[in-house]
């Protein structure tokens, strides 16, 4: 008998370990998350302007471009909730910002926290950022299973391929996608919208809109000028967009502006400007356009300096 019980603890004892290494190996694939966590700990005391968003910013927004020290804070897929959550934690480490740039997309108030696992993985395990306080979310193995954990691992350490998208260290997106010609952006923008054009919850509403109001008043504390802008389209998602969702984030970004006065609001959405050649798919810019839209909030920012449109 006591030979049985310590075989099935030496095995045991050997699925744990395994698990263990399974778990580190995975964590030292390199991604966007932790390589953003490193850039705060490690240089953030030199960042004066920060964006946070989704997609459209890290796509969007080149920050070597700026004349400020700029950072990208904005991942694929990330919502209001998790913009907060992420300031909230990281903004003693930016100590000198000046500047907080953050997106209010149109399909911002219609997508809340509740995330695909793997995200909630990512940020728990890399970031430190819980919403939903689950352990779960601080394993690959448990939130994502076995199988998937280790084909990123044989895809990675033995056949040498990329698992993660590929970040500039100060946090904007590699974008290496090809461009859809005009018949694949009328495609992408019915798909888009259908996606994009939801019926608000008033449950995820309520959660966006405590998000933008711990920025306001956080950054108001640390003495921190907020700009919120509203990314542009190509025309054909733009023509396609839900009127009413879209007026809705347009009035909120206003009133917020006029109601704090350290608050500003730039609506970039339906600028003639952006031509379809600027963007890689319907809502995401391409090399050219992400210039376009960093020199105008660049611009923006230099204006705001001069205190001549923050009160």
């Known amino acids: 008998m006591r030979l049985f019980i310590e075989k099935i603890l030496v095995f045991c004892i050997g699925v744990l370990i395994f698990f263990i290494a399974i778990e580190g190996l995975y964590r030292s694939i390199p991604n966007g998350y932790a390589n953003k966590r490193q850039y705060y700990h490690t240089k953030g005391k030199k960042i004066s302007v920060i ?3 989704s997609s459209h910013i890290t796509a969007g927004i080149n920050p070597y471009l700026l004349k400020y020290e700029t950072f990208n804070g904005a991942m694929g897929g990330q919502v209001l909730s998790y913009d907060y959550a992420l300031f909230n934690k990281y903004h003693s480490y930016m100590p000198n910002l000046k500047y907080i740039v953050l997106a209010v997309d149109y399909q911002s108030f219609t997508r809340g ?3 695909d696992q793997i ?8 970031l430190g950022v819980n919403l939903d306080k689950s352990l779960v979310h601080y394993s690959s193995i448990w939130s994502r ?6 084909n990123d691992l ?3 350490y033995l056949l040498g391929n990329k698992v993660h998208a590929e970040y500039f260290e100060k946090g904007n997106l590699m974008s290496k996608i090809k461009q859809l010609d005009g018949k694949g952006m009328v495609q992408d923008s019915k798909e888009k919208l259908n996606k994009h054009s939801m019926r608000v919850i008033p449950e995820i509403y309520r959660e966006n809109r405590e998000a933008i109001d711990g920025f306001i008043k956080l950054s108001e504390k640390l003495n921190i000028k907020m700009v919120l802008i509203t990314s542009p389209a190509c025309r054909y998602y733009s023509k396609g967009v839900n009127k009413k969702q879209l007026k ?3 009035t909120l970004g206003y009133k917020l502006s006029k109601t704090f006065p350290h608050v500003y609001y730039k609506n970039y959405f339906g600028d003639k400007q952006f031509k379809d050649e600027d963007f890689y798919d319907a809502d995401h810019l391409n090399e050219r356009g992400a210039r376009k839209l960093t ?3 660049d611009s923006l920012l230099m204006r705001l300096s001069e205190d001549s449109l923050i009160r």
């Open 119 to 126: 995200h909630k993985l990512e940020y728990a395990t890399f």
């Open 248 to 250: 809705d984030i347009q």
């Open 295 to 297: 020199m105008k909030v």
């Open 154 to 156: 044989f895809s990675y």
């Open 51 to 53: 964006f946070y968003g």
């Open 145 to 150: 299973g076995l199988r998937a954990t280790v």
């Open 113 to 115: 926290y509740a995330l």
